[in-house]
């Protein structure tokens, strides 16, 4: 008899056959780029239940530029395998052509040219219009939304989350998760996830002082569905404490909680779900682990790594969906639920190239209503670039050594740091800078830019503890975003070596000096999760800097010297 891993395997391959995420046909329409709204909805409907995922908007409302990394490394056991691809062995990976609008929304190369050619993606006006299409095909769609939606812009800042709330209560979800939306604080949180008209889902969020689930926050949610019972899991970033300030939601304790998740499968298929869908921000790599580890669940819709695959990852008999950031992408999953179980599904990750997909209107009024009162504030020109500005990779990216850059001329100070955070769209040369741009990289709610002395050993430790963060060969422990950005400071990493190992070769780049682990360097950086931290707000600070260049050139930063990959 057939297994149903044979049956998921063979759904698989029938995807990547007839293309069902249309890159087939995407790149051979490269050369006209004659993309259409049509061309990109494009679906044949498959069996009785389909799913909606988007996650990590970062507050997103209007279409963005957004680089995907050119250096993602995979440790371990997922050395080489995706989302640990880039550039052109991604497109030789899924026969995606150089040139072509999937080039162009998947990978970095020549992207500064490319965004010329097919222009802005995302634009949650742009999202509603593809939600609508899939709910007119499959009107019971569930829409799930992976979090990391309630932060990442100065509106987004300055209304303490209410512009997204408000826009995402427009495309009207059936659930969503959580990471950065703590950063807004517990009480903020509290009242805006008390007022959704949705439900907010997390298996993993605990009271932290009597160790049981938040009651505000549901474990899971049962929907009914094409005559099957479908149970949706949430999973919120698990790190919460290590990587953002603890002491902004004190009453809140999360972690994987990778039993109590087995528990929560089990008690759910004791209940008659048919399929089991986790609802997750774990990061890429972390739900693959946990795929290995938890027995029964069917679909992880996998959020906070940022990653955009065209195909899903399938682990034992879980299928793993990666739908990007910023808006760019929106995925849809349809399933077929046979006899209490998944027998195969057909996806596709669907790109929201703005220039192609007509706004919809009532949601265009929306997002225009929620900027209204801030707009000219949000124009205004603070400089201009000759370089292309981007955040993403694991050491480094033009708007990182720009803020760097600011913070060593404007602090007066012989290294900076500047956090690896993931999130943040990108400016391409010749364009302006404008104060949303400035706060689309910087925008968070522990801003200050703080000025200290810090001995060498000491600078050395914190590298190495946040390269263990990123680099442990243990999924379970990796709790970072990117490596921390380093400003005046070249080093050496060798990723194959262990916890306090991998860091060598500090050295001082104004002075060419190695690092003197007893001698006190004067640091400049922001993003402190100490509470109290004092100093400029970094907005500020990279303004300031950006006025008094006119036209900012990043030259290319080779002080990061990586061995081991």
Same mark, same amino acid.
């Given at each position: 008899?057939?297994?149903?891993?044979?049956?998921?395997?063979?759904?698989?391959?029938?995807?990547?056959?007839?293309?069902?995420?249309?890159?087939?046909?995407?790149?051979?329409?490269?050369?006209?780029?004659?993309?259409?709204?049509?061309?990109?909805?494009?679906?044949?409907?498959?069996?009785?239940?389909? @799913?909606?995922?988007?996650?990590?908007?970062?507050?997103?409302?209007?279409?963005?530029?957004?680089?995907?990394?050119?250096?993602?490394?995979?440790?371990?056991?997922?050395?080489?395998?995706?989302?640990?691809?880039?550039?052109?062995?991604?497109?030789?990976?899924?026969?995606?052509?150089?040139?072509?609008?999937?080039?162009?929304?998947?990978?970095?190369?020549?992207?500064?040219?490319?965004?010329?050619?097919?222009?802005?993606?995302?634009?949650?006006?742009?999202?509603?219009?593809?939600?609508?299409?899939?709910?007119?095909?499959?009107?019971?769609?569930?829409?799930?939304?992976?979090?990391?939606?309630?932060?990442?812009?100065? +509106?987004?800042?300055?209304?303490?989350?209410?512009?997204?709330?408000?826009?995402?209560?427009?495309?009207?979800?059936?659930?969503?998760?959580?990471?950065?939306?703590?950063?807004?604080?517990?009480?903020?949180?509290?009242?805006?996830?008390?007022? @959704?008209?949705?439900?907010?889902?997390?298996?993993?969020?605990?009271?932290?002082?009597?160790?049981?689930?938040?009651?505000?926050?549901?474990?899971?949610?049962?929907?009914?569905?094409?005559?099957?019972?479908?149970?949706?899991?949430?999973?919120?970033?698990?790190?919460?404490?290590?990587?953002?300030?603890?002491?902004?939601?004190?009453?809140?304790?999360?972690?994987?909680?990778?039993?109590?998740?087995?528990?929560?499968?089990?008690?759910?298929?004791?209940?008659?779900?048919?399929?089991?869908?986790?609802?997750?921000?774990?990061?890429?790599?972390?739900?693959?682990?946990?795929?290995?580890?938890? +027995?029964?669940?069917?679909?992880?819709?996998?959020?906070?790594?940022?990653?955009?695959?065209?195909?899903?990852?399938?682990?034992?008999?879980?299928?793993?969906?990666?739908?990007?950031?910023?808006?760019?992408?929106?995925?849809?999953?349809?399933?077929?639920?046979?006899?209490?179980?998944?027998?195969?599904?057909?996806?596709?990750?669907?790109?929201?190239?703005?220039?192609?997909?007509?706004?919809?209107?009532?949601?265009?009024?929306?997002?225009?209503?929620?900027?209204?009162?801030?707009?000219?504030?949000?124009?205004?020109?603070?400089?201009?670039?000759?370089?292309?500005?981007?955040?993403?990779?694991?050491?480094?990216?033009?708007?990182?050594?720009?803020?760097?850059?600011?913070?060593?001329?404007?602090?007066?100070?012989?290294?900076?740091?500047?956090?690896?955070?993931?999130?943040?769209?990108?400016?391409?040369?010749?364009?302006?800078?404008?104060?949303?741009?400035?706060?689309?990289?910087?925008?968070?709610?522990?801003?200050?830019?703080?000025?200290?002395?810090?001995?060498?050993?000491?600078?050395?430790?914190?590298?190495?503890?946040?390269?263990?963060?990123?680099?442990?060969?243990?999924?379970?422990?990796?709790?970072?975003?990117?490596?921390?950005?380093?400003?005046?400071?070249?080093?050496?990493?060798?990723?194959?070596?262990?916890?306090?190992?991998?860091?060598?070769?500090? +050295?001082?780049?104004?002075?060419?000096?190695?690092?003197?682990?007893?001698?006190?360097?004067?640091?400049?950086?922001?993003?402190?999760?100490?509470?109290?931290?004092?100093?400029?707000?970094?907005?500020?600070?990279?303004?300031?800097?950006?006025?008094?260049?006119?036209?900012?050139?990043?030259?290319?930063?080779?002080?990061?010297?990586?061995?081991?990959?």
């Amino acid at each position: 008899m057939i297994s149903r891993r044979d049956f998921l395997q063979a759904s698989m391959a029938a995807s990547a056959l007839v293309g069902a995420s249309g890159f087939g046909n995407w790149s051979r329409l490269a050369a006209q780029q004659a993309l259409t709204q049509d061309q990109l909805l494009q679906f044949d409907t498959f069996g009785n239940v389909s @799913l909606i995922h988007v996650t990590d908007i970062h507050a997103q409302l209007k279409p963005i530029y957004f680089r995907e990394p050119e250096v993602n490394i995979g440790v371990g056991d997922v050395n080489g395998k995706v989302p640990h691809v880039t550039g052109a062995d991604f497109r030789k990976l899924y026969g995606i052509n150089d040139g072509s609008p999937n080039h162009y929304a998947l990978t970095y190369n020549d992207f500064a040219a490319l965004g010329k050619t097919y222009g802005k993606m995302g634009g949650l006006d742009r999202v509603a219009t593809v939600i609508n299409a899939i709910r007119a095909d499959r009107p019971d769609a569930i829409l799930l939304d992976g979090g990391d939606t309630w932060h990442g812009s100065y +509106t987004c800042y300055h209304t303490q989350g209410q512009d997204m709330v408000n826009v995402m209560n427009a495309l009207k979800p059936d659930a969503m998760t959580f990471h950065w939306e703590f950063t807004l604080g517990s009480e903020r949180v509290n009242e805006l996830v008390s007022g @959704l008209p949705f439900d907010s889902l997390a298996q993993n969020i605990f009271d932290a002082e009597w160790d049981e689930p938040a009651e505000l926050f549901k474990p899971y949610k049962f929907f009914e569905r094409g005559g099957a019972k479908v149970a949706v899991i949430g999973q919120a970033f698990p790190y919460m404490p290590i990587a953002n300030p603890g002491w902004m939601f004190p009453e809140y304790a999360f972690g994987i909680r990778d039993e109590n998740m087995q528990a929560m499968v089990d008690e759910v298929r004791g209940m008659g779900a048919d399929v089991v869908v986790v609802l997750s921000h774990n990061g890429f790599d972390v739900d693959r682990h946990m795929a290995s580890l938890v +027995t029964g669940i069917d679909v992880i819709l996998s959020g906070h790594t940022h990653d955009a695959l065209p195909e899903p990852v399938l682990v034992g008999e879980t299928i793993i969906v990666a739908s990007g950031s910023n808006g760019k992408f929106v995925s849809r999953v349809d399933l077929d639920i046979r006899d209490g179980r998944m027998m195969g599904f057909r996806h596709k990750l669907i790109p929201i190239f703005s220039d192609v997909i007509t706004p919809d209107a009532e949601v265009a009024a929306l997002i225009d209503e929620q900027r209204a009162p801030f707009e000219s504030t949000l124009s205004e020109v603070l400089g201009h670039t000759d370089s292309l500005l981007y955040r993403r990779g694991n050491f480094n990216g033009t708007w990182d050594d720009l803020i760097c850059d600011a913070l060593l001329t404007e602090r007066d100070a012989d290294i900076a740091m500047s956090p690896g955070v993931r999130w943040g769209p990108s400016v391409l040369p010749g364009q302006a800078i404008t104060r949303e741009d400035l706060w689309n990289v910087t925008s968070m709610t522990y801003p200050k830019a703080y000025r200290t002395e810090m001995s060498g050993e000491f600078i050395h430790t914190i590298m190495e503890d946040v390269a263990d963060n990123i680099f442990n060969p243990n999924p379970y422990y990796q709790q970072g975003g990117d490596m921390v950005r380093m400003g005046g400071l070249g080093y050496r990493i060798d990723i194959s070596k262990p916890q306090g190992s991998r860091i060598s070769e500090l +050295t001082l780049l104004k002075t060419g000096e190695k690092l003197d682990p007893s001698k006190n360097y004067v640091v400049a950086g922001w993003a402190s999760v100490n509470e109290g931290t004092e100093g400029p707000d970094i907005w500020d600070v990279v303004e300031t800097h950006i006025r008094n260049k006119g036209t900012v050139v990043v030259e290319p930063n080779t002080s990061v010297q990586v061995v081991g990959a």
